[in-house]
């Protein structure tokens, strides 16, 4: 079962680049890294998901390095509506396409700054 | 239009009830999961069900039940609330993998309050 270790809290301005980064150091083989963004009294919404190198989609990147026994979502020109906490998920996918073993992180509080 | 929602919102109830919390989807999806979030924010899950089959049962007390009637539903159950039930339930649900990706989509939560 693969344990996530992330930073509590970051905070940033307005504009500038933000780079959250997740330990899984027992990450097993068929486990992926997914990256969920929660607002206050919200549930947590999918940002990003990736199994090695680089992932890019139009809200973030996500860097695997090949070990991948960590894991980096950097956020671009981040703004005030940034501020939220940020889990990292490692799940293990079975074969037959079930997820099973969903571990969260403790989260990062990331508090963008004006 | 709500893609997971769940019922009811807010929950206050005395130690010792029994209580239940419905969750619905209208996504299509295959998949449903139960999750924990306690005061310090640590999101845990405690069920998942595919296809109303039983397929993650962390360690959860008996006292929690999961139900699943059919793909689009998942309720969950508590017999006998203790104070440290108290915490924001989250439902969520995902389709079968297909190729290499998935994302949950999360209900809104329902905050139970024992006392």
């Known amino acids: 079962l693969a344990k996530t270790t992330q930073p509590i809290s970051m905070d940033s301005y307005e504009g500038q680049e933000v780079n959250i980064t997740c330990s899984h150091n027992?990450?097993?083989?068929?486990?992926?890294i997914t990256w969920y963004q929660q607002f206050p009294s919200q549930g947590p919404r999918f940002i990003i998901q990736?199994?090695?190198t680089k992932v890019t989609n139009e809200v973030a990147s996500l860097f695997i390095p090949a070990d991948r026994k960590s894991s980096t979502l950097s956020l671009p020109r981040v703004s005030l509506s940034d501020t939220a906490v940020y889990y990292c998920?490692?799940?293990?996918?079975?074969?037959?396409?079930?997820?099973?073993?969903?571990?969260f992180g403790s989260g990062t509080q990331l508090t963008v700054l004006p | 239009d709500t893609a997971v929602s769940q019922t009811p919102k807010y929950l206050v109830t005395q130690m010792g009830n029994d209580k239940s919390i419905k969750c619905e989807q209208n996504?299509?999806?295959?998949?449903m999961y139960w999750y924990k979030q306690d005061s310090k924010k640590f999101l845990k899950i405690m069920f998942s069900?595919?296809?109303?089959?039983?397929?993650i049962n962390e360690t959860v007390p008996n006292r929690f039940s999961p139900k699943s009637p059919d793909k689009a539903h998942l309720n969950l159950h508590i017999n006998s609330l203790e104070l440290g039930d108290s915490a924001v339930y989250f439902c969520?649900?995902?389709?079968?993998?297909?190729?290499?990706?998935?994302?949950?989509?999360f209900g809104p939560g329902t905050r139970l309050t024992v006392t």
């Open positions: 969520a649900s995902s389709q079968r993998l297909q190729g290499l990706f998935y994302e949950q989509y």
């Open positions: 027992n990450i097993a083989t068929n486990d992926y």
């Open positions: 990736g199994y090695k």
């Open positions: 998920l490692v799940g293990d996918i079975e074969r037959g396409g079930s997820a099973r073993q969903l571990t």
């Open positions: 996504l299509g999806h295959d998949t």
């Open positions: 069900y595919n296809n109303k089959e039983l397929i």
